[in-house]
């Protein structure tokens, strides 16, 4: 069955780029009705959605993080990746990659903390 | 923006129980609205999309209602699992937004 895999360092320095990445098995990537996304949970709140890709590059992005993010994907590695530019300590989160719209299909999450 | 405004912020209910949530989205999102519950530690999972349709393997328990701007979650019998911050999404529009979430607790 299809499962979604975050991965990327777990800690960042403020003015540093975060990357992270999404590695889908157990099936393709390339279908065309979904979207691969990114939403973030601060620790102890609630959830914030940051950007969405299909396989053809197709992408949305949240207003709010669009000067700062870049959102990719790659079909022959299966993944899709996030890059967050500038990041201060209000960045730090969990990071979920996801699969639709409405998500049906969540990764396990990574903590990114952003500190020196 | 869509904002989406959830009430209560919290429910305080016995097993057994029954559950209702609320979701106000700030425009109309027709019925692109989706429930989500997120247990401590672990990743939310999907609930109900376009409103009222469950998900796959999500007991009939779980039921959703409404269109445009109201929206209901009803959980008609509290499980030991149910207990858990439940949120709701529109994917009407982009962006997406999140409602600022409902836990329910054990009472």
């Known amino acids: 069955q299809l499962q979604l895999q975050e991965s990327g360092p777990g800690l960042v320095k403020p003015s540093e780029t975060l990357s992270l990445t999404c590695t889908v098995s157990?099936?393709?990537?390339?279908?065309?009705?979904?979207?691969w996304g990114w939403v973030r949970q601060p620790p102890g709140k609630g959830l914030e959605y940051i950007a969405s890709i299909n396989y053809s590059g197709s992408t949305y992005y949240n207003p709010s993080l669009k000067s700062r993010v870049t959102i990719s994907v790659d079909t022959s590695k299966k993944q899709f990746s996030l890059k967050l530019s500038s990041v201060t300590a209000t960045d730090t989160a969990v990071y979920y990659c996801?699969?639709?719209?409405?998500?049906?299909?969540w990764g396990r999450g990574t903590l990114v903390t952003v500190s020196s | 923006e869509i904002v989406l405004t959830q009430s209560p912020g919290t429910l305080s209910l016995s097993p057994g129980e029954r559950a209702t949530l609320s979701c106000r989205a700030s425009q109309s999102v027709s019925t692109s609205l989706a429930w989500y519950h997120q247990k401590p530690g672990q990743a939310p999972r999907l609930l109900i999309y376009?409103?009222?349709s469950r998900a796959t393997g999500i007991p009939d328990t779980f039921s959703g209602s409404g269109s445009g701007t109201d929206f209901t979650l009803t959980i008609s019998r509290l499980e030991p699992e149910d207990f858990a911050v439940y949120y709701c999404?529109?994917?009407?529009?982009?962006?997406?937004?999140f409602g600022g979430g409902t836990k329910v607790e054990i009472k």
């Open positions: 157990g099936g393709s990537i390339s279908r065309s009705s979904y979207y």
């Open positions: 996801a699969r639709g719209s409405p998500y049906d299909l």
């Open positions: 999404q529109q994917y009407d529009s982009s962006p997406l937004t």
């Open positions: 376009g409103a009222s």
